[in-house]
């Protein structure tokens, strides 16, 4: 019982071919297509307000310089949220839960940032590795640490997009079995624990929502330290 909670994690796949591409390419083919109408329909003109919106809160901490990442954080930011939100539903595979996959985003986008600030500012992102007023006997050592938590970086973006999901995942399956098992001996505690189980959902929907906010937000902060 143990090993198949996880079974929700393993890559699905039909007759030996991995659909893991299939289940990242699906999420974007529910986007309404935009065309040239001057009247647009709810659905264009709530998806352009939506748009926008995440657009402007991921531009403010960012000077006009880093402007024109605009375009691949806010593409970024609508992959993950609806990735994660649809891996919510029943019978569905959540991506973001495989750590190779949250590296894979995470690794290049920060490599572009720490290489935009070498090749822009390299005196001003070198002098992030030391503090001013340092004391001398302490200059190797800050230096061997900060180099750690600047190499630590996408790392620490993978592990807490991961954890944050499989964790949700896990708890709901948990408490979803314990809800079946105890609906025929005591339904008062399985109609209890469906009501924890609710609540759950909830705030795995606001999880899933913030966790991909806090992962593009997060690069856009690398992103500024560097421009």
């Given at each position: 019982m143990n090993l198949s909670f996880f079974d929700q994690f393993?890559?699905?796949?039909?007759?030996?071919?991995?659909?893991?591409?299939i289940s990242m390419v699906f999420p974007a083919l529910l986007l309404p297509s935009l065309d040239n109408r001057w009247i647009t329909n709810r659905l264009s003109t709530?998806?352009?307000?939506?748009?926008?919106?995440v657009t402007k809160q991921l531009m403010m901490p960012l000077d006009k310089k880093g402007h024109k990442w605009a375009l691949i954080l806010t593409s970024l930011m609508i992959f993950l949220l609806?990735?994660?939100?649809?891996?919510?539903?029943?019978?569905?595979?959540?991506?973001?839960?495989?750590?190779?996959?949250?590296?894979?985003?995470a690794f290049p986008?920060?490599?572009?940032?720490?290489?935009?600030?070498?090749?822009?500012?390299?005196?001003?992102?070198?002098?992030?590795?030391?503090?001013?007023?340092?004391?001398?006997?302490?200059?190797p050592a800050l230096i061997l640490i900060?180099?750690?938590?600047?190499?630590?970086?996408?790392?620490?973006l993978g592990v807490r997009l991961t954890a944050n999901l499989t964790a949700g995942h896990l708890l709901i399956q948990l408490i979803s079995t314990a809800t079946t098992a105890l609906f025929s001996t005591m339904p008062a505690v399985s109609l209890l624990t469906f009501l924890v189980l609710f609540l759950l959902t909830i705030l795995e929907v606001a999880v899933a929502m913030i966790q991909a906010y806090v992962f593009v937000l997060l690069l856009s902060l690398y992103l500024q330290e560097n421009i």
């Open positions: 393993s890559s699905p796949s039909l007759l030996g071919i991995p659909l893991i591409l709530l998806q352009l307000w939506f748009i926008n919106l609806l990735i994660n939100l649809l891996g919510l539903l029943p019978y569905t595979f959540t991506p973001t839960t495989q750590l190779s996959m949250n590296l894979a985003l986008l920060w490599l572009a940032t720490l290489l935009t600030g070498l090749r822009n500012q390299p005196s001003a992102s070198l002098a992030h590795l030391l503090p001013e007023g340092t004391p001398t006997p302490l200059i900060e180099t750690t938590s600047l190499l630590i970086r996408p790392l620490a």
